[in-house]
């Protein structure tokens, strides 16, 4: 069963942040606080219950989780006495770890030690075997927080050695809802006297890291699946919180697996690198250089573009283009709309009925897989636009930056047209 969270809840005055519409104050959770737990009791009267800030995103209402209305003093004191078991040290488990660990969270690692390179990269960053990293049927007998971080393949794989190892009123927690979703594929059925979280972070492993180290930290999305204890939606936030998340929203499992499939295969990775392997390919067959091939494909779009849509949206980057990309640009774009999305429609189709699902279980499980993927991605990094983009890269500047006051003139870009 899939938990959503009442937004009809009467208003709560808040501070006047510029973003903050409204607070509301969960009294469904502490109605469940005072029934299922005496010590949550103690914290929801030392912080008041859950806040949640209403933000207007494109004129829908949302409700988010900031570090504002969920400190990490709030999470600390909530997870006092949990220890934090994340197995897996592959791409999320060393960033959801380290960060966790620096924000005062007793956390340990569960890591198969046959993975050498696993192991020992664990070993490099800290943490201490039989103390801190054990294997991962040992660690999840240690934790009360089980944080399967392991691939969604390897997930499958393990769950009949890590089940065993639940306690009544551990968290199974996860940062992605496939191996719940698709349970009659992979098999992994929660116990019933275990809460079951989610805590997506919206960001690889790297950049999770990368980005607490900043101060800016990666969104995430968090749900419950089973709230056993009581105190699953408090658990969810404080590890949100614990992991750096800038902010929280609310989903559900479902919803979380079925957007994050279709914009890994879409927008953020396939259909990116398919479009630009496409245009790159139609620039060289009509006899652009390599150089300038990849420059009108790849490197305006990294070094340039991409970059002004972060810092203000697409109109803005528009604006700050020539009126002749401009012009071209909006003819385009819902050319190419048309083209694609036939394609995101089935897409989401084979996403939502498994076919995806199925498809990794198959690949990522196969024995040889490693093998393979180190294979698909030599061929990828050695094509002639991506190796282009390596010699493109050496040639950037290293020089350092130039510091920029509010004097500085030419950086405001256009506030118009």
């Known amino acids: 069963m899939s938990s959503t969270f009442d937004s009809n809840l009467p208003p709560r005055q808040a501070k006047p942040y510029n973003f903050v519409l409204q607070i509301y104050e969960s009294k469904d959770m502490q109605t469940r606080i005072v029934l299922h737990d005496k010590v949550r009791l103690h914290t929801a009267q030392k912080y008041g219950a859950i806040h949640m800030a209403k933000i207007d995103f494109g004129g829908v209402v949302e409700e988010v989780i900031t570090r504002e209305e969920f400190p990490l003093a709030k999470a600390r004191d909530i997870l006092k006495d949990e220890t934090i078991a994340v197995l897996g040290y592959g791409v999320q488990g060393p960033a959801q770890a380290l960060n966790m660990k620096e924000n005062g969270l007793n956390v340990i690692i569960g890591q198969a030690k046959r993975f050498q390179k696993d192991w020992d990269r664990a070993v490099s960053d800290g943490w201490v075997p039989g103390e801190t990293l054990f294997e991962m049927e040992e660690a999840a007998k240690r934790g009360t927080i089980i944080q399967m971080l392991v691939s969604d393949a390897a997930q499958k794989a393990i769950w009949p050695a890590i089940k065993p190892c639940l306690d009544a ?35 690889s492993g790297l950049n999770v890291r990368r980005n607490f180290l900043s101060g800016a930290g990666i969104n995430s999305s968090f749900g419950v699946f089973q709230d056993y204890t009581g105190r699953a939606k408090d658990r969810a936030i404080a590890v949100g919180i614990g992991i750096g998340s800038g902010y929280l929203f609310p989903t559900t499992f479902e919803n979380e697996v079925y957007s994050d499939l279709t914009g890994e295969r879409g927008v953020l990775m396939g259909a990116l690198a398919g479009l630009m392997e496409a245009q790159y390919q139609v620039l060289r067959e009509n006899g652009h250089s390599p150089s300038e091939s990849f420059n009108e494909t790849v490197e305006e779009l990294t070094q340039s573009l991409i970059r002004l849509v972060d810092e203000n949206g697409m109109d803005w980057m528009y604006a700050n283009c020539s009126a002749t990309a401009q012009r071209g640009a909006l003819d385009w774009l819902p050319k190419f ?81």
């Open 169 to 203: 009123g551990d968290a199974l927690y996860f940062s992605h809802g496939f191996s719940v979703v698709y349970k009659d594929q992979t098999n992994i059925i929660p116990p019933d006297n275990c809460d079951v979280l989610l805590v997506a972070p919206k960001g």
């Open 337 to 417: 709309k048309a083209a694609t999305l036939p394609v995101f429609k089935d897409l989401y189709q084979r996403v939502k009925d498994g076919a995806e699902t199925q498809r990794v279980i198959e690949a990522c499980g196969a024995d040889n897989y490693q093998e393979t993927l180190t294979a698909e991605l030599a061929e990828l990094g050695n094509s002639e636009l991506w190796r282009t983009g390596k010699a493109t890269r050496d040639l950037r500047p290293k020089e350092s930056a130039k510091t920029i006051t509010e004097g500085t003139r030419g950086v405001g870009g256009r506030a118009a047209n």
